[in-house]
Antibody, heavy 123, light 106 residues
Framework: QVQLVQSGAEVKKPGASVKVSCKVS????????MHWVRQAPGQRLEWMGW????????KYSQKLQGRVTITRDTSASTAYMELSSLRSEDTAVYYC????????????????WGQGTLVTVSS | SYELTQPPSVSVSPGQTARITCSGD??????GCWYQQKPGQSPVLVMYQDSKRPSGIPERFSGSNSGNTATLTISGTQAMDEADYYC?????????FGGGTKLTVL
């Protein structure tokens, strides 16, 4: 079955960077785009960006452009999300979620989702 | 920026029909989808392209989208349906989520 398994919880200081991994199994990694979504405590889900896993092309939300980088290692069937210049407002659970096609498109949905990675930013 | 608005909470008795709405400007001209999230768990897709049910989602879940409002309907609501529900759509190549609705099955 399709599985997305994320790396463990992280605690970071303000100004630092964090890199979260998402290892997939049960399907061909390069045939589906991967999105990243985060959820701050008590807040709505927030889309961060996506990667064309086959070609490595990315698109990020305007809000996070410049601080977020999504990459992938096709040999390891793993996607990564790195967020830099962390601030307290970045404390959230970060999810990877698969797109229904190789290149993300307007109208797409997210299915399935990883189990989530809690990133805490605190001094 | 584009916004999707959901009621914070909806209550329903077991066996009754629950309707959760999601409002956005000309939302009916976009595809909408819905996610169910139970406490401490990841979101699960329950509806996509307005009214399509993923494999494994019970037939009591249905969806519609017209005008400015998308609606997730749960017929014969069961206790296991108690969860937070989020709508999602796309605007200008950006995915947007609603604020979530807590469904309580009394």
């Amino acid at each position: 079955q399709v599985q997305l398994v994320q790396s463990g919880a992280e605690v970071k200081k303000p100004g630092a960077s964090v890199k979260v991994s998402c290892k997939v199994s049960g399907y061909t990694f390069t045939k589906y785009a991967m999105h990243w979504v985060r959820q701050a405590p008590g807040q709505r889900l927030e889309w961060m960006g996506w990667i064309d896993v086959g070609k490595g092309h990315t698109k990020y939300s305007q809000k996070l452009q410049g601080r977020v980088t999504i990459t992938r290692d096709t040999s390891a069937s793993t996607a990564y999300m790195e967020l830099s210049s962390l601030r307290s407002e970045d404390t959230a659970v970060y999810y990877c979620a698969r797109a229904p096609r190789v290149v993300a498109a307007i109208g797409d949905w997210f299915d399935p989702w990883g189990q989530g990675t809690l990133v805490t930013v605190s001094s | 920026s584009y916004e999707l608005t959901q009621p914070p909470s909806v209550s329903v008795s077991p066996g009754q029909t629950a309707r959760i709405t999601c409002s956005g400007d000309k939302l009916g001209e976009k595809y909408g989808c819905w996610y169910q999230q139970k406490p401490g768990q990841s979101p699960v897709l329950v509806m996509y392209q307005d009214s399509k049910r993923p494999s494994g989602i019970p037939e009591r879940f249905s969806g519609s989208n017209s005008g400015n409002t998308a609606t997730l309907t749960i017929s014969g609501t069961q206790a296991m349906d108690e969860a937070d529900y989020y709508c999602q759509a796309w605007d200008s190549s950006t995915a947007v989520f609603g604020g979530g609705t807590k469904l309580t099955v009394l």
